[in-house]
């Protein structure tokens, strides 16, 4: 799935967008340890109680359209932060989503139908048209969606998501670590879970059944 056409302007530094929840300095697992989460059981991650309304933000999707919070409500949303050009974890991770979605309808009938979004936080080789090739390999029913720092700064910061772009090698390639976390949005557009790694498409499906029934559509 790498495209080596694609070209790269190169950057002599590092670039780093590290959002810190609280201050702390720690990231995400603070702000998770620290969260309400007298949820549903068993969860593998920490469910919200209350939820936690996200911001307003405009990213653009895989059609080449304005992605906004507007786009959440109404339905659940899992996100995922990552890149097209991953080698292993992006990949994987969205091949799981895709069997815990087929999954969720298959075995909790009346379950609405689960929209996943991969946000790309590697936008300068992430257009639309690359993105939408990438997640409909995965799902047809997938969206891509991304955008620049800028624009990633309000949802990112609010997730408590990370992420660190790497200085290009000779060929103008470069690896983006970035928090491997799949995050679930409410239909109110408000942040009610997120579930660590690894992500088992049976126990997510379930869990992420616990969850609807819980706070209902």
């Known amino acids: 799935m790498n495209s080596g056409s694609e070209a790269i302007r190169p950057n002599p530094l590092i670039l780093v967008l590290a959002v810190l929840v609280l201050g702390t300095g720690l990231g995400l697992g603070v702000w998770v340890?620290?969260?309400?989460?007298?949820?549903?059981?068993?969860?593998?991650?920490?469910y919200l109680r209350n939820g936690k309304e996200l911001p307003p933000f405009t990213l653009t999707d895989d059609e080449g359209k304005p992605f906004t919070r507007s786009d959440l409500i109404g339905r659940w949303s899992v996100l995922y932060f990552g890149y097209t050009h991953c080698p292993d974890v992006c990949p994987t991770t969205l091949a799981k989503l895709s069997a815990t979605r087929k999954r969720l309808?298959?075995?909790?009938?009346?379950?609405?139908p689960l929209q996943v979004v991969f946000v790309s936080v590697d936008?300068?080789?992430?257009?639309?048209?690359?993105l939408k090739e990438y997640v409909h390999a995965f799902n047809a029913h997938f969206v891509g969606a991304t955008g620049d720092d800028q624009a990633l700064a309000p949802l990112v910061k609010a997730i408590g998501i990370s992420y660190t772009r790497h200085e290009p090698d000779a060929d103008g390639q470069y690896a983006v670590n970035h928090s491997p976390f799949v995050v679930l949005v409410n239909p109110r557009a408000r942040l009610q879970a997120y579930f660590r790694p690894p992500h088992r498409p049976r126990t997510l499906a379930r869990q992420l059944y616990q969850i609807m029934e819980t706070e209902g559509s």
């Open 33 to 46: 340890n620290n969260a309400e989460s007298d949820g549903p059981p068993n969860i593998a991650g920490t």
């Open 105 to 112: 309808r298959r075995e909790y009938s009346g379950t609405p």
């Open 123 to 130: 936008p300068v080789r992430d257009r639309p048209e690359r």
